[in-house]
């Protein structure tokens, strides 16, 4: 088999585990003929097609140097399909093992000792006194998004960010999204990419939405994350190179660090710091009809509470294995990453059913941030986005960014 046989043998593997999972084909825009033609097959089958795909790799000839990457990359894949397919088979490997298999990373050992510090810096900040958490969500409560102001706000932050990303990362002229708002999910929001640079990105309603989402969630879900980096891949290695295996997209695999990591680096891409506040100050915070006067207080909270995001992946490892029970999981929830107590369960349901995942929002974001800012810098801004565009559309594992 040539790479590229055993690419179009990897998109259809995909498709067929995706018979198991509906949550497993994130976004596939191949051939409709490999979709129609995908067959529910037994576990055990998929797991030797698995098993020869990485067969396949040894008696592949030594690869031109622009091969290499892509050839490296997909040979994580194929591994991280046939771990899979164990797990769906019923394998329970630990919360480390398990992201190591499918997100080739792993995150650091954090314990309470760690937040604590953080936790002691939010205490100094906040106003009032006593239990952090009721006093987080009593000061959050001036900062949510009215419902009938939401589409308003949302719709300013991305296009505000669409326009920054244009200056920086050449996008196609279709390119194109909807938005939707949606209730009942275990996210708060989601891009779905249907090819052709076209996103459907979904807003979840069940929860109050604060002011610092509208940014958060424009770059995410939009420009420069999950809708460019898609468009980026689709376009240049899918339609220029004909590399099929982009043209499927497995949840559950080392793509999803970086697609995860990239849309949470990319809203400093496009935001820088100064930038934002003053961006939120003159036109989200009017929208959104809150006192500008308060942002800067916020976002210095913020800031801080970002810091507290390695106590999800503490909590989740804990959790799933075993080594506490769910009441105390959402509990450690509210102490350390300060959720209140619907939002801590609600990051539970996330938990299980996307396990280790969590990892590629901070791991994933904290490793693109590295491997970016090593080439272009911290503050030429001209650099960083020529960097960060490169990685987008030639994309690398987290073992592979850190070498
Ligand atoms: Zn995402």
Request: proline residues 5%.
């Amino acid at each position: 088999m040539t790479l590229n046989e055993i690419a179009a043998a990897y998109v259809k593997l995909v498709l067929a585990v995706g018979r198991h999972d509906d949550s497993y084909v994130d976004a596939y825009y191949g051939p409709p003929e490999w979709q129609a033609e995908t067959r529910t097959l037994p576990l055990a089958d998929l797991r030797l097609s698995a098993d020869q795909l990485e067969q396949q790799f040894k008696q592949l000839p030594a690869p031109a140097p622009d091969q290499q990457l892509r050839q490296d990359f997909l040979l994580l894949h194929v591994a991280a399909v046939r771990s899979y397919i164990d797990q769906l088979a019923g394998a329970r490997l630990s919360f480390d093992a398990e992201s190591m298999a499918l997100y080739d990373a792993k995150s650091p050992s954090l314990t309470e000792a760690d937040f604590d510090l953080i936790l002691a810096e939010l205490d100094q900040l906040l106003p009032g006194q006593g239990d952090l958490n009721p006093r987080l969500s009593d000061y959050h409560r001036t900062f949510e998004i009215p419902r009938d102001r939401l589409d308003a706000v949302f719709t300013a932050a991305i296009n505000e960010a669409r326009a920054r990303t244009k200056k920086h990362i050449a996008l196609p002229a279709q390119e194109n999204f909807s938005i939707e708002y949606v209730q009942d999910q275990v996210w708060s929001a989601y891009n779905w990419y249907k090819g052709n640079s076209y996103s459907l990105i979904q807003v979840n309603t069940d929860f109050p939405m604060f002011i610092s989402r509208a940014i958060d969630l424009a770059s995410h879900e939009g420009y420069p994350g999950h809708h460019v980096f898609n468009l980026l891949i689709e376009k240049h290695l899918v339609n220029e190179q004909g590399w099929m295996e982009y043209c499927v997209y497995p949840l559950y695999s080392p793509m999803s660090f970086l697609a995860e990591g990239s849309a949470n680096y990319g809203i400093d891409v496009a935001f820088p710091e100064a930038e934002r506040l003053a961006f939120e100050k003159d036109t989200l915070f009017p929208l959104a009809g809150i006192d500008p006067a308060l942002a800067e207080l916020y976002y210095q909270v913020q800031a801080v509470l970002q810091k507290l995001s390695y106590a999800g992946n503490m909590v989740a490892q804990r959790y799933l294995d075993g080594i506490i029970e769910r009441p105390a999981a959402i509990a450690l929830l509210m102490k350390y990453a300060l959720s209140d107590e619907k939002r801590s369960t609600q990051r539970i349901g996330f938990i299980e059913k996307h396990r280790s995942y969590v990892i590629n929002y901070n791991l994933g974001q904290d490793v693109v941030q590295a491997y970016v800012e090593k080439r272009a810098g911290k503050d030429n801004e001209q650099q960083r986005w020529q960097v960060f565009a490169e990685l987008l559309s030639h994309p690398k594992s987290a073992s592979m960014m850190e070498k």
